[in-house]
């Protein structure tokens, strides 16, 4: 078994409602109508209680749409009360001048919003409403004019994979502080759709890699395909601090019902809060101890050097083999047996000085792994403020360090 004490849920999504104004086609969570008997308001601040106990730091609040739950306020509200980064998921179209605003006063910290095309029609016909993408484009006008930041959201597949270059651009014209390019994992409604090809997929792992310089200072990031890293170590370039499977490690997932899975994207269920507490299922589960140990991944995962940095992406595995230890089918790597460089370095005191700058820990640990990482590869045995500045993508300007991000401590 693994140390409870060496992990705690530092970064949790939270499914607030199945209740959904749109129908997108992907969703994992076959969203539309209200699930029954989903979490009262009381067990949900009961909850966040229980989440302040453990360390959580980070809190995503989605749906569905999560903007459809009365209380939705009240919970950010109590979440932020409690030291928590509140994150909002949402498709954009109910968001005004007047729920910005309320975000802001309940303590929002960022707002994630779907664009899934730069073409208005494509857009609205793949997420099932009606000027869907107006609204949501609204969503990140208002957002950014009222100084709430923005991460615009992409599911990747054959119908917007040639688009991705133009999404980047339009994500950083409307100010995003983060392009985040989801791979999807078949699963929900998201299992009658075809998945790309390993191939495709590594190909456009490597054009994200490749274009982090391009949009600084703007963050370029992928989600649910953790070899973005082994590729951005490969290339001796940035971004090593983002990806790497967090399943059940640092992140877990909470349905409308009180359900705990490892990630969103994962259906296998670790327990319920209504029948034990949400502590007790983070720190005893069989489910959440077995993702924990790396030593137990199986094939290609299991015997390869990236095994700590990269993890494979453990629903996806589960999607497609049915089992979430199996290897990454949508990796094409081909471990090859020699461990990854290790051993301690040395930090000047200007590097850890913006280190600290990041105020959420499991994201500042991500970054100085990330760096370490970087270092070695360079073969660089002392991390400088210099040698920050060149790792990390998207460190200028609003970054992971910058003066005026809502997601960085000020100077």
């Known amino acids: 078994m693994t140390n409870p004490a060496e992990y705690k849920p530092s970064l949790i999504s939270w499914n607030l409602t199945r209740k959904c104004n749109l129908r997108c086609p992907h969703c994992y969570m076959d969203g539309g109508r209200k699930a029954e008997n989903e979490l009262t308001t009381d067990e949900c601040l009961g909850l966040i209680d229980e989440m ?3 360390g959580t730091e980070m809190l995503i609040l989605t749906g569905g749409e999560p903007l459809l739950r009365k209380d939705i306020f009240d919970i ?13 998921g949402t498709n954009g179209v109910l968001v005004s001048d007047k729920v910005v605003l309320k975000m802001i006063e309940c303590g929002v910290q960022g707002v994630a919003i779907s664009i899934d095309s730069v073409d208005p029609a494509k857009h609205d016909q793949f ?5 869907a993408w107006k609204y949501s484009v609204r969503a990140l006008d208002l957002c950014r004019a009222n100084g709430l930041q923005v991460l615009v959201q992409t599911t990747v597949m054959d119908m917007n994979y040639d688009e991705i270059p133009e999404l980047l651009a339009f994500a950083r014209e409307k100010g995003a502080w983060s392009f985040n390019l989801y791979f999807l ?12 090809s390993p191939e495709r997929t590594q190909a456009m792992l490597s054009e994200l890699v490749d274009r982090q310089d391009q949009y600084r200072p703007m963050l370029v990031r992928s989600k649910c395909a953790p070899q973005f890293k082994q590729i951005a170590y490969e290339r001796g370039v940035g971004g ?9 490690t640092q992140y877990c997932r909470i349905t409308p019902q009180g359900d705990v899975t490892a990630c969103p994207y994962m259906t296998v269920v670790a327990g319920n809060v209504r029948e034990l507490s949400f502590g007790e299922i983070w720190r005893t589960s069989p489910v959440l101890h077995e993702l924990r140990d790396r030593k137990q991944l199986k094939g290609r995962c299991g015997r390869c050097e990236f095994n700590e940095l990269c993890g494979g992406c453990r629903c996806r595995a589960y999607a497609f083999y049915g089992d979430y230890l199996q290897e990454d089918p949508a990796c094409v790597y081909q471990p090859s047996g020699e461990p990854l460089q290790v051993g301690a370095l040395r930090w000047s005191p200007e590097a850890l000085a913006r280190l600290e700058r990041i105020p959420l820990a499991f994201i500042r640990e991500k970054v100085k792994q990330g760096l370490e990482s970087y270092a070695r590869r360079h073969g660089i045995d ?8 060149q790792a990390l993508a998207g460190e200028a300007g609003r970054g992971m360090f910058g003066k005026v991000s809502r997601f960085s401590k000020p100077d």
């Open 185 to 196: 994992v078949q699963t929900g409604r998201g299992q009658q759709l075809n998945d790309l």
């Open 76 to 88: 950010a509200s109590a979440a932020s009360a409690q030291g928590i980064w509140v994150v909002m």
């Open 240 to 248: 090593l601090e983002s990806g790497g499977c967090m399943a059940g």
């Open 52 to 54: 302040k106990d453990l």
């Open 382 to 389: 002392r991390v400088t403020a210099d040698v920050v500045k």
């Open 127 to 131: 997420r099932g409403g009606p000027d």
